[in-house]
């Protein structure tokens, strides 16, 4: 008995609700009935009735029919869930469309999305600013802000890049904006977007910075390495 039981009980499914909905109802105006009514009709629809009366909604709830009643039309007045009309052999059928409430969800992930990077990014250009403060010992000038802003804003420079720039500056101990702007631009001309390459690329160059200090008695056998960084 109780296997067949469970059986049954299985037989009745299961209803897939995003977590997101259960943790951003209120965010998206909606309350914990109008939320029930939506799950509700959702499992209807999931069980082959597409237009539940207001009798059968309340059937499975501690709501009236005039209640449900209300919070179907609240939630059409929301833009929740929609009516969509079919005719299928002259004979009109009718269904409510839950689609509405889940492009609300998808707009309002995308935005939580959106601002959560745009936090993201407003915290590393602090960091930034910090950082070059740090390094040069002193407050930045209105000018150098405004060109640690162009580098991010108008040249598309990644924090993280400016601050591999800055790092190498440091280490050439050539610490100046013009330097690093040198360095960025070379940067953007040959493609590199990492750290990594960032790195690889300091790294080389400050290798062929050493062999063009060699004496001049030597024989120099490579070819003249261009610094353009000097230039």
């Known amino acids: 008995m109780i296997k067949t039981g ?21 965010t998206l105006g909606l309350n914990e009935s ?6 509700q009709l959702q ?25 449900c009643l209300f919070f179907l039309q609240k939630l059409i007045q929301k833009g929740f869930i929609i009516i969509e ?5 002259s004979i009109r059928h009718e269904s409510y469309s839950l689609e509405p409430m889940q492009v609300k969800i998808i707009n309002c992930f995308l935005s939580e999305q959106n601002h959560k990077e745009s936090e993201q990014v407003k915290q590393e250009e602090e960091s930034l600013y910090t950082v070059f403060e740090k390094e040069f010992g002193r407050p930045l000038s209105p000018f150098e802000c405004e060109t640690l802003a162009m580098w991010m804003d108008d040249d598309a420079h990644k924090p993280e890049i400016i ?5 190498e500056a440091v280490i050439s101990a050539k610490l100046n904006f013009r330097y690093i702007d ?4 070379e940067w953007k001309k040959n493609g590199i977007k990492t750290v990594e390459q960032a790195k690889r690329q300091g790294e080389k160059f400050r290798v062929h910075q050493k062999r063009g200090r060699k004496p001049e008695t030597a024989v120099i056998t490579d070819v003249p390495f261009y610094n353009w960084l000097e230039q």
Not at 49 to 62: C, D, G, K, L, W
Not at 85 to 89: F, G, P, R
Not at 182 to 185: A, D
């Open 182 to 185: 040198r360095i960025l631009f």
């Open 85 to 89: 009309e079919q005719i299928t052999d």
């Open 163 to 167: 601050k591999a720039a800055l790092k």
């Open 34 to 39: 109008e939320l029930m009514l939506l799950l």
């Open 43 to 67: 499992n209807f629809s999931e069980q082959g009735n597409m237009f539940p009366t207001p009798a059968e909604i309340s059937a499975r709830m501690t709501f009236t029919e005039a209640e």
């Open 6 to 26: 469970l059986l049954e009980w299985m037989k009745e499914g299961h209803i897939l609700v995003p977590s997101f909905l259960l943790s951003h109802y209120k």
